[in-house]
């Protein structure tokens, strides 16, 4: 069955630390990757997404994610984080088809504490 | 570009009546998804729309529930005869045809008593 594993439920950090949130995806031919970050009461917002190509992509603001096929990941990560960086991501999995519909994870909760 | 909008952001409803949500995708999206959160789960698919043609439904999708796009353009979420299972938020998302990775709407955040 197609899945996506988040590990961890929550990841505790202290500002200015490095984090990695680790996303593990079932095997396939092809997929396309995704990282959404959900500040509270709120909709997904897209923070960065493996299509093709260099298999390192970056956001805006600083995370960085790196696609290993051979061990079927896509974790997340951000060399030095802030306290504004708090809030839920979700890595998302599509595997193309007609509906190009996401499969997502259960959620990191990124806490950062001063 | 405006955004996906959701209307309501919350609602509360009394066991076994009827509500109905609404989602406006950015206008040049011709693709429209509905999924659902619930508390501590990541989102799970419930419909696609091509236009104004559902093309797939999950299981989730009990026969308490019906999507509608009429004319390709916003679209409805209606679930007859609520139950407290029922509870979750109600994300829309759109994005063009060929495009990967949707934009999210707020949400509509549903409470059954």
């Known amino acids: 069955a197609q899945s996506v594993t988040q590990l961890d439920s929550q990841v505790p950090v202290f500002e200015e630390a490095p984090v990695e949130l680790r996303c593990n995806y079932s095997?396939?031919?092809?997929?396309?990757l995704f990282w959404y970050v959900q500040y509270p009461n709120q909709g997904l917002q897209l923070l960065l997404k493996?299509?093709?190509?260099?298999?390192l992509v970056e956001s805006i603001n600083g995370f960085e994610a790196e696609f290993n096929k051979s061990q079927t990941s896509f974790h997340l990560r951000k060399p030095s984080v802030h306290i504004s960086d708090t809030a839920e991501y979700f890595c998302?999995?599509?595997?193309?088809?007609?509906?190009?519909?996401?499969?997502f994870g259960t959620g990191t909760l990124l806490a950062v504490q001063p | 570009d405006t955004g996906v909008s959701q209307d309501p952001r919350h609602k509360i409803t009394k066991r076994g009546q009827n509500v109905t949500f609404r989602c406006d995708p950015i206008?040049?999206?011709?693709?429209l998804y509905w999924y659902r959160q619930t508390l501590g789960q990541g989102p799970e698919f419930l419909t696609y729309?091509?236009?104004?043609?559902?093309?797939?439904k999950s299981r989730l999708l009990s026969d308490r529930f019906s999507a509608e796009r009429p004319k390709g353009s916003f679209s409805t979420l209606e679930i007859q005869r609520t139950e407290q299972g029922d509870s979750a938020m109600y994300l829309c998302?759109?994005?063009?045809?060929?495009?990967?990775?949707?934009?999210f709407g707020s949400g509509t955040r549903l409470t059954v008593v």
């Open positions: 998302a759109s994005s063009f045809q060929g495009y990967y990775g949707y934009t």
């Open positions: 095997s396939s031919v092809s997929v396309y």
């Open positions: 493996y299509l093709s190509g260099s298999t």
């Open positions: 998302a999995v599509s595997y193309g088809g007609a509906t190009n519909k996401l499969i």
């Open positions: 206008s040049e999206h011709n693709r």
């Open positions: 729309f091509q236009n104004e043609a559902q093309l797939e």
